[in-house]
């Protein structure tokens, strides 16, 4: 199906398919949105790639309309009021590199914690990650008298080595 563009592949899909994805489009589900698309389009030729450039498209289309994820606060006080809140001692701070399909590279900033030991994601941060999560990263942890790790801060590496104790 690669000889025809997303809009006559969303043409292809029918009615309700197309309503369905939108609304997930509109509440910047990207992921279910994608999945309705490809699910039903399967049938029709398209692959996961066509369902991931329809829905591109979608959002494209939609712009200003989609009511985006709000991005995970990464002020010391909103940092330090989340780590109080969790189960166990914050032992050390971490960042952590991912990525998908979706949204490329980003970075978690983890709290680990002892007794009972544990990782807890504090922020995803999508825009600029390396740099706004060494920024917010180093901040927290001087503030909770805590290492600080970043494996890869220059290079994303989703199997660089982990903080260990």
Excluded: C, K, N
């Excluded at 009615?15 to 489009?25: L, N, S, T």
């Excluded at 606060?73 to 960042?95: C, I, M, Q, T, Y």
């Excluded at 979706?102 to 709290?111: I, K």
Aim: glycine share 6%; proline share 7%.
């Amino acid at each position: 199906m690669s000889d025809i563009t997303p809009a006559d592949r969303w043409a292809l899909l029918p009615a309700g398919i197309r309503e369905q994805a939108d609304g997930y489009v509109l509440q910047d589900a990207r992921m279910r949105a994608i999945r309705v698309v490809f699910e039903a389009g399967r049938a029709r030729g398209m692959g996961l790639h066509d369902a991931q450039l329809v829905v591109h498209e979608r959002y494209l289309r939609y712009g200003d309309r989609i009511a985006r994820t709000p991005r995970s606060p990464l002020d010391l006080e909103s940092l330090a009021a989340r780590a109080a809140g969790l189960p166990g001692r914050v032992v050390a701070v971490e960042a952590v590199w991912d990525g998908d399909t979706v949204h490329d590279w980003f970075v978690d900033l983890l709290a680990v914690t002892a007794e009972p030991a544990g990782e807890h994601r504090l922020a995803t941060i999508h825009t600029d990650p390396a740099a706004a999560a060494d920024r917010a990263g180093r901040a927290l942890a001087a503030h909770l008298a805590v290492p600080f790790h970043f494996a890869s801060p220059d290079t994303p590496d989703d199997e660089a080595p982990r903080w260990r104790p």
